[in-house]
T-cell receptor
Framework: GIQVEQSPPDLILQEGANSTLRCNFS?????LQWFHQNPWGQLINLFY???GTKQNGRLSATTVATERYSLLYISSSQTTDSGVYFC???????????FGGGTRVLVKP | DTEVTQTPKHLVMGMTNKKSLKCEQH?????MYWYKQKAKKPPELMFV???????INESVPSRFSPECPNSSLLNLHLHALQPEDSALYLC??????????????FGQGTRLTVV
């Protein structure tokens, strides 16, 4: 099956700092999503981004499908950005969404 | 509305009990999923339904029995579970899987404890 690797596994930030999270995948995909899992377990959709660049407020994401990676940028981080960020992908002929191992982010005030 | 609703939010059950988890969506999605998530791990796929038919069973033990009564509802019937089955159970839906998974939306999960 497709392999999804996220880095770094853990990230500690001071409030106001910027950061970049990376997702590498082992095969061509037609779906790539970034999620934020809050402390209560809910997976919140951040981006549906199989290719290209999108921005939503302080967050932006870029997927370079030909090179099999995606980046999630967090700017001016806030304590509410703390949690686990997951990248998940699906192949064009696949019918399952496979998750990376996640990046655990802690933003300190 | 991009809401997937799961009930109950929390469940404690004994190893001899029978219980069910429920999931509902009204987005007209035709693919629905059950995932299991252990602490500090990513979600792992259990089952996929496409057009109310079971499409994938990821070798899940038979003590977990999925059911898709209609295009809006997905159930997970639990029987004779073990303490190691304690986890967060997440339901998701997406429009289709006919050419790969389209954007998926997740419910808030059911936190299950088996005693």
């Amino acid at each position: 099956g497709i392999q999804v690797e996220q880095s770094p596994p853990d990230l500690i930030l001071q409030e106001g700092a910027n950061s970049t999270l990376r997702c590498n995948f082992s095969d061509s995909v037609n779906n790539l999503q970034w999620f934020h899992q809050n402390p209560w377990g809910q997976l919140i959709n951040l981006f549906y981004i199989p290719s290209g660049t999108k921005q939503n407020g302080r967050l932006s994401a870029t997927t370079v499908a030909t090179e099999r990676y995606s980046l999630l940028y967090i700017s001016s981080s806030q304590t509410t950005d703390s949690g686990v960020y997951f990248c998940a992908v699906s192949k064009a002929a696949g019918n399952k969404l496979t998750f990376g191992g996640g990046t655990r982010v802690l933003v300190k005030p | 509305d991009t809401e997937v609703t799961q009930t109950p939010k929390h469940l404690v059950m004994g190893m001899t009990n029978k219980k069910s988890l429920k999931c509902e969506q009204h987005m007209g999605h035709r693919a629905m999923y059950w995932y299991k998530q252990k602490a500090k791990k990513p979600p792992e796929l259990m089952f996929v339904y496409s057009y109310e038919k079971l499409s994938i069973n990821e070798s899940v033990p038979s003590r977990f029995s999925p059911e898709c009564p209609n295009s809006s509802l997905l159930n997970l019937h639990l029987h004779a579970l073990q303490p190691e089955d304690s986890a967060l159970y997440l339901c998701a839906s997406s429009q289709t899987i006919l050419r790969g998974v389209t954007e998926a939306f997740f419910g808030q999960g059911t936190r299950l404890t088996v005693v």
